[in-house]
């Protein structure tokens, strides 16, 4: 039973059969039911100092009635509510890294207690068994979901946001695609089904994805330009489906497109045309660009299997279908193409993403220039040191 209350504290006061000060603070009426918030003490002026603590907590709209509840009861909630608020390939990324690397590593800890160092300390024992790109991803989906926690006044700021991601082993650095590599290619692709969607590839660096959800609407052969304005891909629970691309940057226009790639888009056209009689009714006419003999399209992974194949038998056993889009940047870098000019093509959300994975191929494109030149005008290098 409630004993005497300290003079002036109306919600503070002193239980004799358990020998601790008590007090509350009303926070009023939730979800239909009367919500207080209890502190506990051996002393009267440590139940003051908490009490004013979760007063003024209360005060900034933080939500102290949930100041017990631990990081995975938190990030559970949240990737429920990602959900349904993103795109199901996205919140299938979140999931992944959350229930994979972030609660086991910190789901126990509560969540206003949470802390830089503990973070810190996640990233660092990721670092050998994850890539550099792959913690960073993680670091960046916690502070995320602690940028939400700010915002529905459950922490008061993001502990993620001062951690940094560790370097880890270094990834191998994109390499340079050179002409040898390119006839290589293009020889053993040659009378491929897919020949003319690889070579599309090749010249814009295209995603599988925005290849695959390629449809005639946004091709304008005469203006010589493509625009990205779908893609095709699989998500979870969803099957194959056309969806928006995936950020901004991503949806743009290319143009003017060159010979090669409308070429190849001229011929796309003409296979397609000479496949529709034969098919009749069983032709299935959604306006894509790169189909079976039936005009449904690709399904992406089945561009990357077959394209795999091609490049083993090229003796490029190492360039995937993703890195067909790498080799059409160095490309176009190698030809003098600014790092700006290639971020727009390949659809990248910042200048600075491009720079980050090309940065280093410039310099050494440069020093290649630089020793052709030489290998070039090498007999009168020769007179000019004799002399």
């Known amino acids: ?78 990737l429920t509510w990602k959900d349904a608020h993103v795109r199901p390939r996205s919140a299938a990324s979140y999931r992944t890294y959350v229930e994979g690397h972030a609660i086991p590593a910190l789901g126990k800890t509560r969540l206003m207690a949470l802390s830089v160092d503990e973070v810190q300390a996640m990233l660092d024992r990721r ?101 990205v304005v779908r893609t095709y891909q699989r998500a979870p629970k969803q099957g194959l489906h056309l969806e928006e691309p995936k950020s901004p940057t991503s949806r743009r226009e290319i143009a003017p497109l060159s010979q090669f790639a409308l070429e190849a888009l001229r011929a796309q056209r003409r296979l397609q045309a000479g496949e529709r009689l034969p098919a009749a009714n069983r032709w299935q006419d959604g306006g894509y660009v790169f189909t079976n003999e039936f005009g449904r399209p690709y399904d992406p992974d089945r561009v990357t299997h077959e394209f795999k194949a091609v490049a083993r038998a090229a003796g490029l056993p190492d360039l995937s279908f993703h890195k067909l889009r790498h080799a059409a940047a160095t490309m176009m870098l190698a030809e003098g193409v600014s790092l700006k000019v290639v971020q727009e093509v390949l659809g990248h959300a910042s200048y600075h993403v491009t720079a980050n994975i090309y940065g280093h191929v410039v310099p050494e494109l440069r020093q290649a220039a630089a020793d052709a030149v030489d290998r070039s005008l090498a007999d009168h290098l020769a007179d000019q040191s004799e002399g």
């Not at 003051?48 to 990030?75: M, P």
């Not at 880890?168 to 491929?192: I, Y």
């Not at 020949?195 to 304008?220: H, P, Q, T």
Request: include cysteine; hydrophobic fraction near 40%; proline fraction near 2%.
């Open 127 to 227: 670092r050998d068994v994850m890539k550099p790109r792959s913690v960073q991803h993680l670091r960046d989906i916690l502070r995320a979901a602690l940028n939400d926690a700010i915002r529905w006044g459950e922490v008061e700021r993001n502990v993620a946001t001062h951690a940094r991601v560790p370097e880890g082993k270094n990834e191998p650095r994109v390499a340079a695609f050179t002409k040898d590599d390119a006839a290589a290619l293009l020889s053993t692709m040659a009378g491929h089904r897919m020949e003319r969607l690889f070579r599309l590839a090749l010249a814009l660096g295209l995603r599988r994805s925005e290849i695959c959800g390629l449809r005639w609407e946004a091709v304008d052969l005469d203006r010589k330009s493509l625009s």
């Open 1 to 78: 039973m409630a004993g005497r209350r300290a003079q002036g504290e109306g919600s503070i006061y002193f239980r004799e059969e358990r020998g601790r000060w008590y007090g509350e603070l009303d926070l009023g009426w939730r979800e239909g039911r009367r919500v207080r918030k209890a502190v506990s003490g051996r002393t009267q002026r440590e139940v003051q100092v908490k009490l004013a603590d979760l007063r003024r907590r209360y005060a900034q709209g933080l939500r102290i009635d949930r100041d017990q509840q631990t990081v995975e009861q938190f990030l559970i909630r949240w």
